[in-house]
T-cell receptor, first 117, second 109 residues
Framework: DAGVIQSPRHEVTEMGQEVTLRCKPI?????LFWYRQTMMRGLELLIY????????DSGMPEDRFSAKMPNASFSTLKIQPSEPRDSAVYFC???????????????FGPGTRLTVL | GQNIDQPTEMTATEGAIVQINCTYQ??????LFWYQQHAGEAPTFLSY????GLEEKGRFSSFLSRSKGYSYLLLKELQMKDSASYLC??????????FGAGTQVVVTP
């Protein structure tokens, strides 16, 4: 399997622009997670989906952030408008079950390094 | 929250042993994960403990004490490539993984 695929790997944009991050989970995985990682706050869960349905978006920082999963093999995380404080590495991860239900772990994509100027 | 606590940084020499401790709140415990993250890369799974005791996987071992809310990751025969951040994580009652801030291990020649 190719693993979790994310694009782009790097994104530099200006404040106020719309940013769209993309993720393809591992085939057969029913859970998809979006994380954000910064030096200050570490790795934070933003939102997760089960069978393409958003289950918990309590980690989404504000209305400027939105996520969709139109089908089992594709998800997007959109920031509109972007701000400098959104600069971070955004990871997508997928798993076949939720952590704690089994030993199944989450597999992370390579991440998108976002810089908002 | 799970209030996961781990040291910020540890330094050790090649060939040595390093032990990374992790403490967490014990309510609603559903197992403990360790991930390794090299600079600029994604976290990768190392180990999962749900029962008390030591689990060994080659040079890496992970220990869990549920009653004490304590785990450690033991890295033996350190190699330069082991320089990385090591993240302790435990699921909350909803199954969402809560990560510690990570311990940066620096291996020196």
């Amino acid at each position: 399997d190719a693993g979790v695929i994310q694009s782009p790997r790097h994104e530099v944009t200006e404040m106020g622009q719309e940013v769209t991050l993309r993720c393809k989970p591992i085939s057969g995985h029913d859970y998809l997670f979006w994380y954000r990682q910064t030096m200050m706050r570490g790795l934070e869960l933003l939102i997760y989906f089960n069978n393409n349905v958003p289950i918990d978006d309590s980690g989404m920082p504000e209305d400027r952030f939105s996520a969709k999963m139109p089908n089992a093999s594709f998800s997007t995380l959109k920031i509109q408008p972007s701000e400098p404080r959104d600069s971070a590495v955004y990871f997508c991860a997928s798993s076949s079950r939720l952590a704690g239900v089994s030993t199944d772990t989450q597999y992370f994509g390579p991440g998108t390094r976002l810089t908002v100027l | 929250g799970q209030n996961i606590d781990q040291p910020t940084e540890m330094t050790a020499t090649e060939g040595a042993i390093v032990q990374i401790n992790c403490t967490y709140q014990t309510s609603g415990f559903n197992g403990l994960f360790w991930y390794q993250q090299h600079a600029g890369e994604a976290p990768t799974f190392l180990s999962y403990n749900v029962l008390d005791g030591l689990e060994e996987k080659g040079r890496f071992s992970s220990f869990l004490s549920r009653s004490k809310g304590y785990s450690y990751l033991l890295l033996k025969e350190l190699q330069m490539k082991d320089s990385a951040s090591y993240l302790c994580a435990t699921p909350d009652s909803w199954g969402k993984l809560q990560f510690g801030a990570g311990t940066q291990v620096v291996v020196t020649p």
